[in-house]
């Protein structure tokens, strides 16, 4: 199956500072992914859909100016948290369509950020 | 709006069987299942695109009632390796899925 990795697995920052989290399609070419950010016991919640060559597109209370999202490649998209607080600290997931199954969507292991 | 899942949680004992239900308050239009081990991603298990489609992996099943906007899996004699967090997800534009509450399930030795 394909594989999509992410990197760093888990982040510890201070607060006021920047991260960036990497989303990666090894073995084949997303023009479209996903972020989510899940909060512990919780579900994962749709942060915004990354595009290939263009602007992301965020859900409706996530903030595009906090949430960087950048889709250089088709195998690459970034998300950067910037000024991050305490209560950034969440789980970040990434995701993107396969190219098997319909529907099937391919995650990323994981990015944990605790900001202190 | 957020599938909601039912039950929240559920322990079982090994060999038992247990069902995760999902409701929707909107049309589904496919419905994909997961599992979530703790602090790991979602694997994913399978997904029903017609309504009334059953699906089965090994021991674990799911059906799809269109008209009902649920979805329920079936996870019969239950191994330890089923423990996680169970999610449902629906597609609500092309690949854009939302997920479920989710369900934490435990089986037990």
């Known amino acids: 199956g394909a594989v999509v990795s992410q990197h760093p697995s888990w982040v510890i920052c201070k607060s006021g500072t920047s991260v960036k989290i990497e989303c990666r399609s090894l073995?084949?070419?997303?023009?479209?992914m996903f972020w989510y950010r899940q909060f512990p016991k919780q579900s994962l919640m749709l942060m915004a859909t990354s595009n290939e060559g263009s602007k992301a597109t965020y859900e409706q209370g996530v903030e595009k100016d906090k949430f960087l999202i950048n889709h250089a490649s088709l195998t690459l998209s970034t998300l950067t948290v910037t000024s991050a607080h305490p209560e950034d600290s969440s789980f970040y997931i990434c995701?993107?369509?396969?190219?098997?199954?319909?529907?099937?969507?391919?995650f990323g292991e994981g990015s944990r950020l605790t900001v202190l | 709006q957020q599938p909601v899942q039912s039950p929240q949680a559920v322990i079982l004992r090994e060999g038992e069987d247990a069902v995760i239900n999902c409701s929707s308050s909107?049309?589904?239009?496919?419905v994909h299942w997961y599992r979530q081990k703790h602090g790991e991603a979602p694997v994913f298990l399978m997904i029903?695109?017609?309504?009334?489609e059953q699906k089965g992996h090994e021991k674990i099943s799911a059906s799809f009632n269109e008209k009902k906007q649920q979805s329920s899996l079936y996870l019969t004699a239950s191994q330890l390796s089923y423990s996680g967090t169970y999610f449902c997800g629906t597609e609500i534009e092309a690949y854009k899925y939302i997920f479920g509450t989710g369900t934490r399930l435990k089986v037990l030795a």
């Open positions: 073995d084949f070419q997303a023009t479209t």
């Open positions: 029903l695109l017609k309504g009334g």
């Open positions: 995701s993107a369509p396969g190219q098997g199954r319909p529907g099937e969507l391919f």
């Open positions: 909107k049309a589904l239009y496919s």
